[in-house]
């Protein structure tokens, strides 16, 4: 699916937001749903993958980030309690990015955070060395379901590193992540190659 068809039948043209996809499964897995061993532990991940690319062919992909947690339709009453209630006990805390960056090189980098809960909130977002010093950072305010974009430019991130040893190598992170699974979209460019796009 293409979404820039789906706003076209919206008659909407927003360039950047967060889009919900329902999906509903067969009737035939519908079936097993009363058979679920340990209804106490149940999940339901985010199956689905996005593809972006641009205008030269350089495609990128990445897994959708975070379930949408509203009302719970086609399985038991008791799964439906289980998984609404997993998703409300969510304890917002500093998130690392695992994901370490080569600094040489580094030409642009962009941190597309998301508050994906229904409450407003509050975030610094940031870059940080492996050993978690700060390089740079923003606090940014979030409404509901509200994204942010932040770019740090070239002349910006070598500017910060002046202070770090040549090749320091860097993450980033939120503090706090706003919902269990809100971590970021990060697009990097090296040199004068394409945007690379990774879930944080």
């Known amino acids: 699916m293409e979404l820039r ?90 998130w690392r990015s695992w994901r370490l960056l080569e600094s040489t090189g580094l030409t642009e980098l962009q941190i597309v955070a998301i508050n994906h809960a229904e409450e407003a909130g509050s975030s610094t977002v940031g870059v940080y060395t492996a050993d978690d010093e700060p390089v740079l950072e923003h606090k940014l305010e979030f409404g509901p379901r509200q994204l942010h974009r932040v770019r740090f430019p070239a002349k910006e991130l070598r500017t910060a590193l002046r202070d770090f040893p040549t090749g320091t190598l860097l993450r980033i992170g939120l503090d706090p992540l706003l919902t269990g699974n809100g971590k970021p979209y990060v697009l990097m460019r090296y040199d004068q190659g394409p945007l690379s796009l990774h879930h944080g």
């Not at 097993?32 to 992909?61: Q, R, S």
């Not at 009453?77 to 006990?89: E, L, N, S």
């Open 5 to 94: 068809d789906l706003l076209a039948e919206l008659g909407a043209d927003a360039r950047e937001g967060t889009v919900a996809i329902d999906l509903e499964p067969s009737e035939a897995v519908r079936g097993h749903f009363k058979d679920l061993p340990k209804p106490d532990v149940v999940e339901i991940n985010t199956p689905f993958w996005m593809a972006y690319y641009d205008d030269g062919e350089n495609y990128m992909y990445v897994h959708s980030i975070e379930k949408l947690a509203g009302e719970i339709f086609g399985t038991t009453t008791p799964v439906a309690w289980q998984i609404k209630r997993a998703a409300a006990g969510v304890e917002r805390g500093v």
